[in-house]
C-alpha cells in the first residue's frame, strides 16, 4: 500500500478592511508579495504552499473556528467576543484598540446603571453580558450594528465599544468608566492545522517570517568603533539580544562593535556609548531580525 500523502497547502485568511493594508504591508516586509486585483478576494502569494482568501475579519474567526481555514490574521477583541477556540502564534501589536464601557460625561455609573430598566448597547454581546454580569447590574443588554457611540443618552445608558483614542467617545459627550481589554491584530491557527505535521511545519516558517519583521520594526543596528581600553566600559551598557559582534579593526587599532538595539532606548544608549568612548556611530534599520 502507497503511503499516505501528508497535505501541506495552507488555507490563509486575511482580513478585509481596516486590517488589510497592516497586514499585507507586514507580510510584504517579510518577503511575501500578494497579488491581488481591487475585486479579488482570491490572491496568490509569493510563497509557495498557500491558498489565501480574503475574508471579512470575523469570517477570518469562524473559518479559523471551524477548521475550514488553517492560518489567518484576527483581532483579539472578536476572538474572544466569538470564544474562539484557537492557537495564537503571534501578536503583530498593530491595530491596537482599547473595548471601553462608557456612560454620558456628567452621569453617575452606579446611579444610572443600579437603576431598574438600565439598558447596555453594544456589538460585543458576549464580552458585555459577562461585564453587566460581573459589575452586578440588572441591565438590559442589546445588540448595536454601527455607530454605538451615537446611542446615549437617548436609546442607551451605557456603551461597550472600541476605541484607538477615545476621541469619537469624546465628541459624543462620553465618559470611560472601565477598559475591559487591549485589542491587537494577532496571527492565530486552527486547532487541527497545528495537529497535522506537514501544515505545522508550514505555519511555523510562515510565523518565523511574519515574526523576523516585528523584531526589526522595534530594533534598530548600532555600529561602533571603540579602543581597546575603552571596549569593555562600552559593551557593559549595550542591551543586545544575545552578545554583541566584536571584530578588530585594520592594524588592529581598536574593535568595531555591533549590536540589535532596541529603539526605544537609542537616545539614552548613544551617549552613554559617547561618554565610555565610543566613536564613528552608525545606526541603521534592518529588514528582518531572526533570533
Known amino acids: 500500500m502507497a503511503p499516505q500523502q501528508i497535505d501541506k497547502t495552507i488555507t490563509l485568511a486575511i482580513p478585509k478592511g481596516r486590517m488589510y493594508d497592516g497586514v499585507a504591508r507586514l507580510m510584504s516586509d517579510a518577503g511575501i508579495r500578494i497579488r491581488t486585483s481591487s475585486r479579488d478576494y482570491r490572491p496568490t502569494l509569493s510563497l509557495p504552499g498557500f491558498d489565501v482568501k480574503i475574508l471579512k475579519p470575523r469570517a477570518v474567526i469562524e473559518m479559523l473556528d471551524l477548521g475550514a481555514r488553517d492560518l489567518g490574521f484576527a483581532g483579539e477583541d472578536w476572538v474572544r467576543e466569538d470564544d474562539a477556540d484557537l492557537v495564537e502564534l503571534l501578536d503583530t501589536g498593530m491595530d491596537r484598540v482599547r473595548l471601553v464601557a462608557a456612560v454620558p460625561a456628567f452621569s453617575d455609573e452606579y446611579e444610572l446603571l443600579g437603576r431598574d430598566g438600565a439598558i447596555v448597547a453594544s456589538e460585543y454581546v458576549n464580552i458585555s453580558r459577562r461585564w453587566i454580569e460581573t459589575r452586578g447590574y440588572g441591565a438590559r443588554l442589546i445588540r448595536s450594528y454601527g455607530a454605538t457611540e451615537v446611542l446615549p443618552p437617548e436609546d442607551a445608558d451605557c456603551i461597550i465599544d472600541n476605541t484607538a483614542t477615545g476621541a469619537t467617545l469624546e465628541a459624543n459627550n462620553l465618559r470611560i468608566i472601565d477598559e475591559l481589554m487591549v485589542s491587537t491584530t494577532r496571527l492565530y491557527a486552527s486547532k487541527r492545522a497545528m495537529e497535522n505535521p506537514g501544515k505545522r511545519e508550514q505555519i511555523e516558517r510562515f510565523t518565523l517570517l511574519i515574526r523576523s519583521v516585528l523584531e526589526a520594526r522595534v530594533r534598530v543596528m548600532l555600529e561602533l568603533n571603540v579602543s581597546s581600553e575603552k571596549l569593555a566600559d562600552v559593551i557593559e551598557i549595550l542591551p543586545c539580544m544575545r552578545q554583541p559582534t566584536v571584530a578588530p579593526m585594520h592594524n588592529y ?37 531572526v533570533p
Request: net charge positive; no cysteine.
Open 253 to 289: 587599532d581598536g574593535f568595531a562593535v555591533k549590536v540589535a538595539v532596541p529603539r526605544e532606548q537609542l537616545t539614552q544608549v548613544i551617549p552613554l556609548i559617547k561618554q565610555r568612548g565610543g566613536t564613528d556611530i552608525i545606526v541603521t534599520n534592518p529588514g528582518q531580525i
